[in-house]
């Protein structure tokens, strides 16, 4: 594991981007594993910046989204599909039809969980995952429990999160209930994670880097991972 203390946001975001440009320029064809929230929101900014100056193409790369609220449309302005059309994909060379996130309007959602699974081991597994943190160490919707789920499945929102969410929607009763997300063993077969955190998370990722490896800190499973960069504000 390496880990990259930087002192601002604009550091850790420049950095996060150019080890992402860096994965694409060394595979054109690269399959990026992308995430949503305001974590990221630098790093794709500084991507969009690279792209027009000509220092990466993405016209070849497929890009996998680690989840989705069910019961959004696409165009819906929460849902996390729209969220990566106006952060990212609008403004790079990228094709569309190469860039996938959950159906959150699929009839059966365990259906179209496996279905996500297949897609992912289809386009040959992810070549670099990028993942925020919790403050309870969650990755992705994978929220502290018993276990480290394995596969893409269905989750069951817990009321902390929802209320966590609630400051996006008009009311609360808008906010989904249920998601689906990649498990843990989708996102630990990525070949390469990038995981970032601001200064507020430097306790909860101590905890992650240092601690026990349990699924009560999602997290902290990344320490058995070979190839995790962690980019985080000191």
């Known amino acids: 594991m390496r880990i990259i203390e930087v002192e601002n946001y604009e550091k850790l975001s420049k950095i996060t981007a150019d080890l992402i440009a860096a994965q694409v320029i060394l595979k054109p064809n690269s399959v990026l594993g992308l995430a949503t929230g305001s974590s990221p929101l ?4 500084a991507l969009i910046n690279e792209n027009k100056t000509g220092t990466v193409d993405f016209s070849n790369v497929r890009t996998v989204n680690l989840d989705e609220y069910y019961g959004l449309t696409p165009d819906h302005p929460q849902s996390y599909r729209y969220f990566m059309d106006q952060n990212l994909f609008n ?9 996938y ?6 009839n059966d959602i365990d259906a179209e969980s496996a ?23 969650h990755i992705a919707f994978n929220e502290p429990c018993d276990y480290f789920p394995r596969y893409v499945h269905r989750v069951e929102l817990t009321e902390s999160t929802i209320q966590a969410n609630s400051r996006l929607f ?5 906010v989904p209930t249920q998601a689906m997300t990649m498990g843990i063993g989708t996102i630990m077969k990525a070949k390469k994670i ?7 998370k430097k306790e909860i990722m101590n905890k992650a880097i240092y601690g026990d490896i349990t699924p009560q800190i999602p997290a902290s ?14």
Do not use: R
Not at 170 to 174: L, T
């Open 42 to 45: 630098g790093t794709y900014e």
């Open 91 to 99: 403004h790079i060379n990228i094709d569309k039809g190469n860039t």
């Open 101 to 106: 996130v959950p159906d959150g309007m699929a």
């Open 115 to 137: 279905g996500y699974e297949a897609l992912i081991d289809k386009l040959g597994g992810v070549d670099l995952q990028l993942l925020g943190i919790g403050n309870n160490g």
């Open 170 to 174: 008009d009311k609360i009763e808008e």
């Open 194 to 200: 990038v995981i970032i955190a601001g200064s507020e």
């Open 221 to 234: 499973v990344l320490q058995l991972h070979s190839d995790v960069v962690v980019v985080m504000i000191k």
